[in-house]
């Protein structure tokens, strides 16, 4: 069945490095493609998505492009910050453009010291 | 945005006891609410998705008679743990989606612990 690899944390990075979590999927159809975002504390919240190949999703400075040749969707940003801190669940949909039937990466937690 | 609470966030109790888990919609009717469960270092599992007035669509392997499910009005879904064991112990996750566009609104999860 279809299922999301992200990479296992715990990320550990300072204030301004660059950022990227790796991705993976396996979907025998044409997936949407999803990151959210936990703070501490807090419920998931979406942080962008891709609902077809080629798509770039973006949002508060991160990114992420859908790659159907590589079934990848890495989230990258510039420059972190202290408040990026959170973890990261990678998702795919298997209904077009829904997220109705997510499918959850297991999470990447993200800590950036100042 | 669209806000959504659960009740407890936290709950120990004993094996063999019934929990209920409850999930709000704060500021927004929500059509469709999903629940799910995550284990340490795993994904989020879906275990079924329920919409105000009908009953609910279990996943696979998902026993409905012990984890039930009511979604009584637009802006509240319970999740009962009838005759929990420590193997329920995990963390409870509930959604919501507003029915407008799909997306879904998170609560902030519910830590059951089974002694």
């Known amino acids: 069945g279809d299922s999301v690899t992200q990479m296992e944390g715990p990320v550990t990075l300072s204030e301004e490095a660059f950022l990227t979590i790796n991705c993976t999927y396996t979907a025998t159809g044409y997936p949407s493609l999803f990151w959210y975002v936990q703070y501490p504390g807090e419920g998931l919240q979406l942080l962008l998505k891709a609902t077809k190949a080629d798509d770039k999703g973006s949002n508060k400075g991160f990114e992420a492009t859908y790659r159907k040749e590589t079934t990848s969707f890495h989230l990258e940003k510039g420059s972190v910050q202290v408040s990026d801190s959170a973890v990261y669940f990678c998702a795919l949909s298997d209904l077009k453009g829904s997220q109705g039937n997510l499918i959850f990466g297991k999470g990447t937690k993200l800590s950036v010291k100042p | 945005g669209a806000v959504v609470s659960q009740h407890p966030s936290r709950v120990i109790c004993k094996s063999g006891t019934s929990v209920k888990i409850e999930c709000r919609s704060l500021d927004f009717q929500a059509t469709t609410m999903f629940w799910y469960r995550q284990f340490p270092k795993q994904s989020l599992m879906l275990m079924a998705t329920s919409n105000e007035g009908s009953k609910a669509t279990y996943e696979q392997g998902v026993e409905k008679d012990k984890f039930l499910i009511n979604h009584a009005s637009l802006t509240l879904s319970t999740l009962t743990v009838t005759s929990a064991h420590p193997e329920d112990s995990s963390f409870y996750i509930c959604?919501?989606?507003?029915?407008?566009?799909?997306?879904?609104?998170f609560g902030p999860g519910t830590r059951l612990t089974v002694l």
């Open positions: 959604s919501a989606n507003t029915g407008v566009t799909d997306t879904q609104y």
